[in-house]
């Protein structure tokens, strides 16, 4: 049964700081990997997806890597901003649908 | 093009009751799916319909059942309301095709409150 989680749970960081966010996965047989944001009572943005031969997926200030091998994937933020503070969740697909991670809630202070 | 859409964005129900939801995928999808989100459980895959047909289904009762119209339009209803229903539910739209290879793109949600 595949498993995802994210470290940590919640991450309070100054304007500016580059941040890392980190999503493991216990089945390495992925399609691909996408990263979403969501703001409070929002639904989910589609942030960066990563296919199962990518390694990594750019979008601006954002970089998503991938390693099916460690089951592992990581989110950098770049220059963080107010305007990032969301909840950041990975889902991973497979033979089944998109099982999510439980989320990290980052908070960006001015 | 448009983005997905739900309808309604808030609900209150009560216990007992039954509610139908709706999502409109973006023009073109042909897949849709379906996610209840709670602050215990999280993000959970209920079930994905394809030209008109389930093809994935997740771990919840039969009190919770879906359907997809020939426009690729789906609904979801949820019969005999309990208060464990309370949750924000998810309708993801994708082009579809074999697997779950496929960007999800994701309305708004609905809000349903059970009382």
């Known amino acids: 049964k595949q498993e995802v989680t994210q470290i940590p749970a919640a991450l309070s960081v100054p304007e500016g700081e580059n941040l890392v966010l980190n999503c493991s996965f216990t089945?390495?047989?992925?399609?691909?990997l996408q990263w979403f944001r969501q703001d409070p009572g929002k639904g989910l943005t589609s942030l960066l997806l990563?296919?199962?031969?990518?390694r990594e997926q750019t979008s601006g200030r954002l970089n998503a890597s991938l390693d099916k091998s460690s089951g592992r994937s990581t989110l950098y933020i770049a220059a963080s901003q107010p305007g990032d503070s969301a909840t950041y969740l990975c889902?991973?697909?497979?033979?089944?649908?998109?099982?999510f991670g439980t989320g990290t809630r980052l908070k960006v202070l001015a | 093009k448009a983005g997905v859409t739900q309808t309604p964005r808030y609900l209150i129900k009560t216990r007992g009751q039954q509610v139908t939801l709706s999502c409109s995928p973006i023009?073109?999808?042909?897949?849709v799916s379906w996610y209840q989100q709670t602050p215990g459980q999280g993000l959970q895959f209920l079930f994905e319909?394809?030209?008109?047909?389930?093809?994935n289904k997740g771990n919840f009762p039969g009190r919770f059942s879906g359907r997809q119209f020939s426009n690729s339009r789906s609904e979801m209803n949820v019969s005999t309301l309990e208060l464990g229903d309370s949750a924000l539910y998810l309708c993801?739209?994708?082009?579809?095709?074999?697997?779950?290879?496929?960007?999800?793109?994701f309305g708004p949600g609905t809000r349903l409150t059970v009382t």
């Open positions: 993801a739209s994708s082009p579809g095709g074999q697997g779950a290879k496929y960007e999800q793109y």
């Open positions: 089945d390495s047989a992925i399609y691909n």
């Open positions: 990563i296919q199962s031969s990518q």
């Open positions: 889902a991973v697909t497979g033979t089944y649908k998109y099982i």
């Open positions: 023009s073109g999808h042909r897949s």
């Open positions: 319909y394809f030209s008109e047909t389930q093809r």
